[in-house]
């Protein structure tokens, strides 16, 4: 059977860009628009050039390679993912399909291949909204589902604006317009991701193709009470913030419990404030990240939270909830999966189709262009932890599938 990327050369991309996270030692931390971030989007531009690719940054960071076709009015092929991080992550999670493109555009040049259609490798800012919340910024910024203007009201978890981060970073607020793409400027959106989950190991498949991501709903809850003495403010004159977020918080994973269908319900984050051993909590910043394969399911789920959290008022509370990200479960294009499974078969390979339990940027590319998702397996289901892993070999596997599917779709003679 025909095999194509070069393994070693992708354990050297994944390896190196790995150098660049502010937690050495305990995982991958690469905060868009971070020292790290700079130092890694410097690393995939000397790949991306090795590649044979003209490089260029756009208006809010994300990086792109673009090789030439011979009908560069054409609209390109995109491939890619994100080279942002979460906090104590993993090395492949975004890199693994970054890095696929770039080693396809290895392959392009090693092979002296000439496209008819560009090919285009982008490496994305903040899909896990780690640093400003929400994630998928780029996508959907790219894409109009984001719109610029918003960008002026997000701030990080220290209160820096995305506009600052952003001038700190050598980019231009007033240009961020600039990287809005118009309608029909990508022909196809190709992304290879880690599965993060146990199928494809348990199965002993090779890779994943997949069909339909499951809609992902953010949100950003303050709950507010009045700060006070500990000692000398009796337990009937409070208004706690904290007894107010507990009452909240245990109600909810029950909510997706009794919803089922494949719903499931997380609080990630949760910050105390004023944060004092004798003071009682005034407020309690934290997360709800919502996700089902169903959209009524996703609604309802995201009702019955809304009202959980507004029953905190019952104590004298206020609370306010912010939507920081809306993702409808999105269905993937069908042509491509079935260009994507032919390939994989072509090249020996055990493939299954599944769902996607974890958000992509395809699902928001999906709307923009026709989009594939193609996942290779980790071990032990293990993601979003340092122990995070895939065997070069089987992530070459899938790079053999992208490639493969590219080389077809760019009118490319073999
Ligand atoms: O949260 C997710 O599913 C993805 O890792 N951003
Ligand atoms: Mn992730
Ligand atoms: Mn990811």
């Given at each position: 059977m025909a095999r194509y990327a070069n393994a070693k050369r992708i354990q050297l991309m994944i390896e190196g860009l790995d150098?660049?996270?502010?937690?050495p030692g305990q995982g991958t931390t690469r905060a868009t628009f971070s020292q790290e971030f700079r130092q890694g989007s410097d690393f995939l531009r000397a790949r991306m050039l090795e590649a044979g690719l003209a490089v260029r940054e756009d208006a809010i960071g994300n990086l792109i390679g673009r090789l030439e076709g011979?009908?560069?009015s054409l609209a390109p092929i995109v491939v890619g993912s994100h080279f942002d991080s979460v906090?104590?992550?993993?090395?492949?999670?975004?890199p693994a399909g970054v890095i696929a493109g770039i080693e396809t555009a290895f392959l392009f040049r090693e092979r002296g291949l000439a496209p008819e259609r560009p090919i285009e490798i982008i490496a994305m800012i903040?899909?896990?909204?780690?640093?400003?919340?929400?994630?998928?910024m780029a996508s959907r910024l790219l894409t109009g589902?984001?719109?610029?203007?918003?960008?002026?009201?997000i701030r990080d978890?220290?209160?820096?604006?995305f506009m600052d981060a952003l001038c700190t970073y050598g980019l231009e607020p007033a240009r961020v317009q600039e990287a809005v793409l118009q309608a029909g400027s990508v022909h196809a959106f190709l992304e290879l991701h880690i599965e993060q989950g146990p199928v494809l190991e348990t199965h002993g498949e090779d890779v994943a193709i997949i069909d339909r991501i499951v809609g992902q709903v953010e949100l950003g809850v303050t709950i507010r009470g009045r700060a006070g003495h500990a000692g000398t403010t009796p337990m009937g004159a409070r208004r706690d913030a904290l007894e107010g977020a507990v009452s909240v918080l245990s109600k909810l994973p029950t909510l997706a419990r009794d919803i089922g269908r494949d719903a499931v319900l997380t609080v990630g984050k949760l910050e105390l404030k004023?944060?004092?051993?004798n003071v009682i909590p005034e407020t309690v910043d934290f997360t709800i990240d919502i996700r089902a394969p169903e959209e009524e399911v996703v609604r309802d789920l995201l009702a019955k939270t809304r009202t959980a959290v507004e029953g905190?008022?019952?104590?004298g509370l206020s609370t306010e909830i912010r939507e920081q990200l809306y993702a409808r479960p999105t269905l993937l294009s069908r042509e491509i999966h079935a260009k994507l499974s032919a390939h994989a078969a072509a090249l020996g390979l055990k493939s299954r189709s599944m769902v996607s339990g974890a958000g992509h940027d395809a699902m928001i590319m999906a709307d923009f262009a026709p989009t594939g998702l193609i996942f290779v397996p980790s071990r032990g289901g293990i993601?979003?932890?340092?122990?995070e892993w895939t065997d070069y070999d089987q992530l070459a596997r899938g790079v053999d599938v992208v490639f493969a599917a590219v080389r077809e779709m760019s009118g490319t003679a073999v």
């Open positions: 150098r660049f996270t502010a937690t011979r009908d560069p906090p104590h992550g993993g090395k492949f999670d975004g903040e899909e896990e909204g780690a640093r400003f919340g929400g994630g998928l589902q984001l719109d610029v203007t918003s960008l002026a009201d978890g220290d209160g820096i604006s004023p944060g004092g051993a905190a008022r019952s104590l993601s979003h932890a340092p122990e």
